[in-house]
């Protein structure tokens, strides 16, 4: 039982997607504190042949409290705009007709608390990619919730029964294989190898929002690019 376990991310890179694919089960970690200027609600498309940074609006957004306490802006007019840049920015996509619809239904879901439209965002375009990985939500597992870190992760694991952790690349330093070991539990970290594609015969612009990359590719070329990544 392959498990991985990572913060909600809006519209993130390829490689989230690569990591939800490798695993039986994803743990979507909302019960941990809000990342001021990360990639929970926020991310890069192309716009001008250059990469734009778009975000969800967030109220009272701190680092002081829960993702899962974080409430989206409804005074904001951040659903309009992003709409109409994406549209702006991809109308002459290949893929456009068949992924916009997808996108203005992610973006106009009624929801107010950021980290529930994250985890529809998710499933949404899982089921596009015929990703069929369990995805389940961290505060809703019965655990020990005073527990931090890796120690919290194991935890985690523990419960779902699994025998192999999986995270992130940027996570290498952060855990101590020993003590996944002790818990019976293997750990790997995932590394993505170079996703190419064209981007309206420009240069290649990498990293950006797996909105980038299903406005240009069609569902089944992005399967290929979700095993374009390796285990270490």
């Not at 390829?14 to 695993?23: E, K, M, S």
């Not at 734009?52 to 701190?62: P, V, Y």
């Not at 109308?91 to 997808?102: D, L």
């Not at 973006?107 to 499933?123: R, W």
């Amino acid at each position: 039982m392959k498990v991985a376990i990572m913060q909600p991310y809006f519209f993130p890179y390829i490689g989230y997607f690569q990591l939800i694919n490798a695993v039986d089960t994803f743990v979507i970690y909302d019960d941990v504190n809000f990342i001021k200027k990360g990639w929970i609600n926020r991310n890069n498309i192309l716009v001008n042949k250059k990469q734009f940074l778009f975000s969800i609006d967030l109220k009272g957004a701190s680092q002081n409290r829960l993702i899962n306490e974080i409430e989206i802006d409804e005074n904001s007019h951040w659903k309009a705009d992003l709409l109409k840049t994406i549209r702006f920015a991809y109308a002459k996509a290949p893929f456009f007709e068949n992924v916009f619809p997808i996108i203005k239904n992610i973006v106009e879901h009624n929801e107010i608390n950021v980290s529930k439209l994250i985890v529809y965002s998710l499933q949404k375009i899982c089921n596009f990619l015929s990703i069929e990985t369990e995805i389940l939500i961290s505060s809703d597992l019965n655990k020990n919730k005073y527990l931090k870190s890796q120690n919290k992760i194991i935890e985690i694991c523990k419960k779902l029964d699994a025998t192999t952790y999986i995270n992130a690349i940027g996570g290498l330093t952060l855990y101590d294989e020993e003590l996944f070991l002790k818990n019976n539990i293997s750990l790997s970290f995932i590394k993505s190898n170079p996703v190419n594609y064209s981007q309206f015969k420009e240069v290649f612009i990498p990293h950006l929002s797996i909105i980038d990359v299903m406005m240009f590719n069609s569902p089944e070329r992005i399967k290929d690019f979700l095993n374009q990544c390796e285990l270490i």
